[in-house]
């Protein structure tokens, strides 16, 4: 009996496990550690939005099975949401499904429209289920930069001149999770025309879509004309209304890739829990104070973070969109690699970070920082940063003043 099992041995280590072991070992022993690591939103839902979930759970017929594709209400609201938001008509029926959460969204449909030896083109960095998702299913990676400029495209072009099999899918993800890049409208145009000249399906992760900053909405691909006949988008509940621990998302877009991937969920799952559809209706269709709420705190708590992790030393690029920060290590620590510049970090400053090769090999010598802690506890761990790197014989600016 083999103890290798074919997914599994394509599976590497979970570079940030190593991490996150870490900071619970670090916990349990009675450290205050400072979880910049996850992207876990620290903040609750609105409170109509959990009085329907405590509502509907009471009911005695709200507990059975619900329905693999999301319930017609909550599809309906979804769907309202794009109109509203972006524009976009959706078909509630045809065009939209319930997931639980963008991430097992990703992995169904990769499930569903992929063959053992595809070629998927998915960005490097990236968040892993963008890539991993369709190793476990079969595929073949080939990466693509992040930063959405020429050399992106010509990225592309090289990949369908010179991989065989030609690629089929290409997953993009902006605001970009781990390195908040954006893009505009214009990129996702250019984008659909080479899908649709090259044949291409285009999987939209757009989990971040309410957090962007300084007053530039992020668009949707399905804004372009002719996007629905090559692309499918992924949204989440999660950060938008503080409601990561529910589940709840969704996928829109393109009849026979939403079809797809509803038949394959027909056979895996019944759908969330019925209260919980229903409190997500309440979240797309009742007061949206939150939506502009979160916004703003996120974008105060990147102002506070900027701000003083470079008075402690540590100059960091102020994100235009999401709750992260993609940070490249102090010069002096650069030797240093990822994933032991975050061990030490957690070790000696009480900081947990998510080390930038745990999201592809294009991710090393930078790490990711979530905006998960209020403004007080960023500073703290400024400070806590600070000592550290004047501990490694870091110049700071207090050691230069001095």
């Given at each position: 009996?083999?103890?290798?099992?074919?997914?599994?041995?394509?599976?590497?280590?979970?570079?940030?496990?190593?991490?996150?072991?870490?900071?619970?070992?670090?916990?349990?022993?009675?450290?205050?550690?400072?979880?910049?690591?996850?992207?876990?939103?620290?903040?609750?839902?609105?409170?109509?939005?959990?009085?329907?979930?405590?509502?509907?759970?009471?009911?005695?017929?709200?507990?059975?099975?619900?329905?693999?594709?999301?319930?017609?209400?909550?599809?309906?609201?979804?769907?309202?949401?794009?109109?509203?938001?972006?524009?976009?008509?959706?078909?509630?029926?045809?065009?939209?499904?319930?997931?639980?959460?963008?991430?097992?969204?990703?992995?169904?449909?990769?499930?569903?429209?992929?063959?053992?030896?595809?070629?998927?083109?998915?960005?490097?960095?990236?968040?892993?289920?963008?890539?991993?998702?369709f190793i476990i299913a079969g595929a073949t990676i080939r990466a693509?930069?992040?930063?959405?400029?020429?050399?992106?495209?010509?990225?592309?072009?090289?990949?369908?001149?010179?991989?065989?099999?030609?690629?089929?899918?290409?997953?993009?993800?902006?605001?970009?999770?781990?390195?908040?890049?954006?893009?505009?409208?214009?990129?996702?145009?250019?984008?659909?025309?080479?899908?649709?000249?090259?044949?291409?399906?285009?999987?939209?992760?757009?989990?971040?879509?309410?957090?962007?900053?300084?007053?530039?909405?992020?668009?949707?691909?399905?804004?372009?004309?002719?996007?629905?006949?090559?692309?499918?988008?992924?949204?989440?509940?999660?950060?938008?209304?503080?409601?990561?621990?529910?589940?709840?998302?969704?996928?829109?877009?393109?009849?026979?890739?939403?079809?797809?991937?509803?038949?394959?969920?027909?056979?895996?799952?019944?759908?969330?829990?019925?209260?919980?559809?229903?409190?997500?209706?309440?979240?797309?269709?009742?007061?949206?104070?939150?939506?502009?709420?979160?916004?703003?705190?996120?974008?105060?708590?990147?102002?506070?973070?900027?701000?003083?992790?470079?008075?402690?030393?540590?100059?960091?690029?102020?994100?235009?969109?999401?709750?992260?920060?993609?940070?490249?290590?102090?010069?002096?620590?650069?030797?240093?690699?990822?994933?032991?510049?975050s061990k030490q970090l957690l070790t000696h400053a009480k900081v947990?970070?998510?080390?930038?090769?745990?999201?592809?090999?294009?991710?090393?010598?930078?790490?990711?920082?979530?905006?998960?802690?209020?403004?007080?506890?960023?500073?703290?761990?400024?400070?806590?940063?600070?000592?550290?790197?004047?501990?490694?014989?870091?110049?700071?600016?207090?050691?230069?003043?001095?």
């Amino acid at each position: 009996m083999s103890e290798e099992f074919y997914r599994i041995k394509r599976l590497p280590p979970y570079v940030i496990a190593e991490v996150n072991a870490m900071r619970a070992a670090a916990r349990a022993g009675g450290e205050d550690i400072i979880d910049l690591g996850m992207g876990n939103p620290d903040l609750p839902p609105p409170d109509h939005v959990i009085e329907k979930l405590c509502e509907v759970a009471r009911k005695p017929d709200a507990h059975g099975y619900s329905q693999s594709k999301g319930i017609p209400g909550l599809r309906r609201a979804q769907a309202n949401y794009y109109g509203r938001r972006f524009g976009v008509e959706l078909d509630p029926e045809t065009e939209v499904v319930v997931t639980m959460g963008s991430k097992e969204g990703l992995a169904s449909l990769a499930t569903a429209i992929t063959a053992p030896g595809d070629v998927v083109l998915a960005p490097n960095p990236s968040y892993p289920i963008h890539t991993f998702g369709f190793i476990i299913a079969g595929a073949t990676i080939r990466a693509v930069p992040t930063t959405p400029d020429d050399a992106y495209f010509e990225s592309l072009e090289r990949a369908m001149n010179f991989t065989v099999p030609r690629p089929s899918i290409l997953v993009v993800n902006y605001p970009s999770n781990p390195t908040a890049e954006t893009v505009d409208l214009a990129f996702y145009e250019r984008l659909v025309a080479w899908a649709r000249e090259n044949q291409v399906w285009i999987l939209s992760d757009l989990a971040y879509s309410e957090l962007y900053f300084d007053g530039k909405p992020t668009p949707s691909i399905l804004q372009v004309k002719g996007a629905k006949d090559v692309a499918v988008e992924f949204t989440s509940l999660s950060k938008t209304y503080s409601m990561a621990g529910w589940r709840i998302g969704f996928a829109v877009g393109n009849k026979q890739l939403i079809a797809a991937m509803s038949r394959v969920k027909s056979y895996l799952d019944y759908g969330a829990f019925t209260p919980i559809q229903a409190a997500a209706c309440a979240a797309l269709s009742g007061p949206q104070d939150i939506v502009e709420k979160n916004r703003l705190l996120y974008h105060k708590r990147r102002d506070v973070m900027v701000e003083a992790f470079a008075r402690a030393g540590w100059e960091i690029p102020s994100p235009r969109a999401s709750m992260f920060a993609w940070a490249p290590l102090p010069p002096a620590l650069a030797h240093l690699g990822s994933l032991e510049f975050s061990k030490q970090l957690l070790t000696h400053a009480k900081v947990a970070v998510a080390p930038g090769v745990g999201y592809g090999e294009n991710g090393e010598g930078f790490v990711r920082i979530a905006m998960v802690e209020n403004e007080q506890r960023l500073r703290q761990a400024a400070r806590n940063v600070k000592k550290y790197l004047q501990s490694m014989g870091v110049n700071t600016p207090a050691a230069n003043a001095g």
